[in-house]
């Protein structure tokens, strides 16, 4: 049922957007004139104006409006994630903003026999009511776009292909609002002007006033909906806290009363737990996955969108969906996938007190996941991106927190360096120091998520020094710091090598001369381009580096 209710919603919602892109299309030949608009209105309109368009367009906008108000009212609470706020508050929106407008024509039409062409129309927003109807308008135009994108993100963004069709869908999105408010304001400023020289000039029609009266009362209708749905929504919850309350324990003997009805997910965020949930809660990944400890016997069965993804991810039975599973007696739960750390949730970001280029001296580190398609195998798509965001994380953090700069994350591989400040020696003390810690890190990683892993993440390192150009790249209004010089590739190749010599880290003895005095045992490693073989260092394990690194801190 609630698949059901689901694919219906997206279906309505795709027919909804298609007309809007339509009617934003005819939009914009209004920068050319009025008469160009109208003439488009016949291509790109006409098939919504027959009986069979009309019908699909109505039909699907009460359904998808029924549909959005019975999500609102099954939605047990509102901490919802910041995107689906913004869907819900501006899909509640549209309808104040297009009422007004769309039933003053269909009803002007049916009932009344009124006839609106463009002129009409832009004449009322322009000449009648330029600082009240003229902003609803665009308005609406701007809020009805920004929610059907944000849904459309929503349904596209778990498909393959979605990353590299980003930059043009981007484009299409930012077009299309703005060309179609161009349109509106062109064509508006010259009905204005022809209005201003008494060329155009529209009487009211006698029954304009029962027409407002009957728009008036539909947005009246719709606003008491709208209250009574929130009304209901207070009354069930306080019903369900005060008479139906459903005791779920988590990890710690934490406890708390959630009203019968919420998601194991919901009553996560309403509590304040965090609890992980990379889909946003719509069953398409296993990120909120739980494991019921006491009160398995008593669960509802599983849907068949919950079904579908624990067959997917071999769930026993005592697994199941927090977003999904609505707990009708008291359970013990722990959570199977480990929240990520909030100090992680700009690991990747970075300032830099660098302005234009300059030469310095810096040591590149570079990480690359090793077998990355083998720990993705078998994984649904949004719990693969889960595994290698917390890979990226954990490696940017500890580099970060070393002062290290993220200068590009491509694929699994990370490209790093040390020295924007202080001295080299400095710099390579903090990059064997954070090549350490990503080895610890990556460690900690596998004890976390030993449950989830078919096999550990294992990761190669490469580091090497030398003279590069360090400044901002900049692209339209982004900025990114970047170096360019032979010491990035190199590490990058030294990192390669460590695959060949069953290694975990590969440094330059460039690099280690600057971190510490000391002489260990060196291989001489051939990179293409290079003249002359690369003397390097290789670590095998943990405690070599850890020698090095307590070395360079005396």
């Given at each position: 049922?609630?698949?059901?209710?689901?694919?219906?919603?997206?279906?309505?919602?795709?027919?909804?957007?298609?007309?809007?892109?339509?009617?934003?299309?005819?939009?914009?030949?209004?920068?050319?004139?009025?008469?160009?608009?109208q003439?488009?209105?016949?291509?790109?309109?006409?098939?919504?104006?027959?009986?069979?368009?009309?019908?699909?367009?109505?039909?699907s906008?009460f359904?998808?409006?029924?549909?959005?108000?019975?999500?609102?009212?099954?939605?047990?609470q509102?901490?919802?994630?910041?995107?689906?706020?913004?869907?819900?508050?501006?899909?509640?929106?549209?309808?104040?903003?297009?009422?007004?407008?769309?039933?003053?024509?269909?009803?002007?039409?049916?009932?009344?026999?009124?006839?609106?062409?463009?002129?009409?129309?832009?004449?009322?927003?322009?000449?009648?009511?330029?600082?009240?109807?003229?902003?609803?308008?665009?308005?609406?135009?701007?809020?009805?776009?920004?929610?059907?994108?944000?849904?459309?993100?929503?349904?596209?963004?778990?498909?393959?292909?979605?990353?590299?069709?980003?930059?043009?869908?981007?484009?299409?999105?930012?077009?299309?609002?703005?060309?179609?408010?161009?349109?509106?304001?062109?064509?508006?400023?010259?009905?204005r002007?022809?209005?201003?020289?008494?060329?155009?000039?529209?009487?009211?029609?006698?029954?304009?006033?029962?027409?407002?009266?009957?728009?008036?009362?539909i947005?009246?209708?719709?606003?008491?909906?709208?209250?009574?749905?929130?009304?209901?929504?207070?009354?069930?919850?306080?019903?369900?806290?005060r008479?139906?309350?459903?005791?779920?324990?988590?990890?710690?003997?934490?406890?708390?009363?959630?009203p019968?009805?919420?998601?194991?997910?919901?009553?996560?965020?309403?509590?304040?737990?965090?609890h992980?949930?990379?889909?946003?809660?719509?069953?398409?990944?296993?990120?909120?996955?739980?494991?019921?400890?006491?009160?398995?016997?008593?669960?509802?069965?599983?849907?068949?969108?919950?079904s579908?993804?624990?067959?997917?991810?071999?769930?026993?039975?005592?697994?199941?969906?927090?977003?999904?599973?609505?707990?009708?007696?008291?359970l013990?739960?722990?959570?199977?996938?480990?929240?990520?750390?909030?100090?992680?949730?700009?690991?990747?970001?970075?300032d830099?007190?660098?302005?234009?280029?300059?030469?310095?001296?810096?040591?590149?580190?570079?990480?690359?996941?090793?077998?990355?398609?083998?720990?993705?195998?078998?994984?649904?798509?949004?719990?693969a991106?889960f595994?290698?965001?917390?890979?990226?994380?954990?490696?940017?953090?500890?580099?970060?927190?070393?002062?290290?700069?993220?200068?590009?994350?491509?694929?699994?591989?990370?490209?790093?360096?040390?020295?924007?400040?202080?001295?080299?020696?400095?710099?390579?003390?903090?990059?064997?120091?954070?090549?350490?810690?990503?080895?610890?890190?990556?460690?900690?990683?596998?004890?976390?998520?030993?449950?989830?892993?078919?096999?550990?993440?294992?990761?190669?390192?490469?580091?090497?020094?030398?003279?590069?150009?360090?400044?901002?790249?900049?692209?339209?209004?982004?900025?990114?710091?970047?170096?360019?010089?032979?010491v990035?590739?190199?590490?990058?190749?030294?990192?390669?090598q460590?695959?060949?010599?069953?290694?975990?880290?590969?440094?330059?003895?460039?690099?280690l001369?600057?971190?510490?005095?000391?002489?260990?045992?060196?291989?001489?490693?051939?990179?293409?381009?290079?003249?002359?073989?690369?003397?390097?260092?290789?670590?095998?394990?943990k405690?070599q580096?850890?020698?090095?690194?307590?070395?360079?801190?005396?």
């Open positions: 049922m609630l698949t059901a209710v689901r694919s219906l919603r997206l279906t309505t919602g795709l027919i909804l957007f298609s007309y809007a892109t339509s009617h934003f299309l005819n939009h914009a030949f209004g920068i050319f004139s009025v008469e160009a608009w003439e488009a209105s016949k291509f790109l309109l006409a098939p919504w104006q027959s009986y069979v368009g009309l019908f699909v367009l109505y039909g906008f359904i998808h409006a029924l549909l959005g108000l019975y999500a609102l009212y099954r939605r047990r509102l901490r919802i994630p910041a995107a689906e706020a913004w869907q819900l508050a501006l899909g509640l929106t549209i309808p104040l903003l297009l009422i007004p407008h769309a039933a003053n024509l269909r009803l002007g039409h049916a009932l009344y026999g009124m006839e609106f062409g463009y002129r009409q129309i832009l004449y009322q927003l322009w000449v009648v009511s330029p600082d009240f109807a003229l902003p609803r308008q665009i308005l609406l135009l701007l809020v009805l776009w920004i929610h059907g994108c944000i849904g459309l993100r929503s349904w596209l963004r778990p498909k393959v292909w979605y990353p590299r069709a980003l930059p043009l869908l981007v484009t299409f999105a930012t077009l299309m609002p703005t060309l179609a408010i161009l349109g509106l304001v062109s064509a508006g400023l010259a009905v002007e022809a209005a201003q020289h008494n060329a155009v000039r529209f009487v009211a029609n006698a029954a304009q006033q029962s027409l407002n009266r009957d728009v008036n009362w947005l009246i209708s719709y606003i008491g909906l709208l209250i009574g749905v929130f009304g209901l929504r207070a009354a069930r919850n306080w019903y369900a806290t008479f139906r309350g459903i005791r779920i324990t988590y990890p710690g003997n934490r406890i708390i009363n959630a019968a009805g919420f998601s194991v997910l919901e009553a996560s965020r309403w509590a304040g737990i965090p992980e949930s990379v889909c946003g809660g719509r069953g398409r990944c296993s990120t909120c996955r739980i494991r019921v400890v006491k009160g398995v016997d008593l669960l509802p069965a599983p849907d068949p969108l919950e579908r993804t624990l067959r997917r991810i071999f769930a026993p039975a005592n697994v199941r969906l927090a977003c999904q599973l609505r707990p009708l007696e008291d013990t739960i722990e959570l199977l996938v480990p929240q990520r750390m909030a100090a992680m949730s700009h690991a990747a970001r970075f830099a007190a660098v302005d234009g280029g300059r030469e310095l001296e810096i040591v590149a580190m570079f990480v690359d996941l090793r077998e990355s398609t083998a720990l993705a195998a078998g994984l649904l798509p949004y719990d991106l595994l290698f965001d917390r890979y990226v994380q954990a490696v940017t953090g500890t580099i970060r927190n070393h002062g290290g700069r993220v200068t590009s994350v491509a694929g699994d591989g990370i490209m790093s360096f040390f020295g924007l400040d202080g001295t080299a020696a400095s710099a390579a003390r903090h990059a064997f120091a954070a090549a350490l810690d990503v080895w610890n890190a990556l460690d900690g990683l596998n004890d976390e998520l030993a449950g989830e892993l078919q096999a550990p993440i294992r990761a190669g390192i490469g580091i090497h020094a030398g003279m590069a150009v360090v400044g901002w790249v900049s692209v339209d209004i982004s900025q990114s710091l970047q170096f360019l010089g032979d990035g590739n190199i590490a990058a190749k030294l990192e390669a460590s695959r060949t010599l069953d290694c975990t880290l590969v440094a330059s003895v460039a690099a001369r600057l971190a510490a005095s000391t002489e260990l045992e060196t291989v001489a490693i051939t990179i293409l381009g290079q003249s002359d073989p690369i003397p390097a260092t290789v670590f095998k394990t405690s580096l850890q020698r090095l690194v307590s070395i360079a801190d005396a």
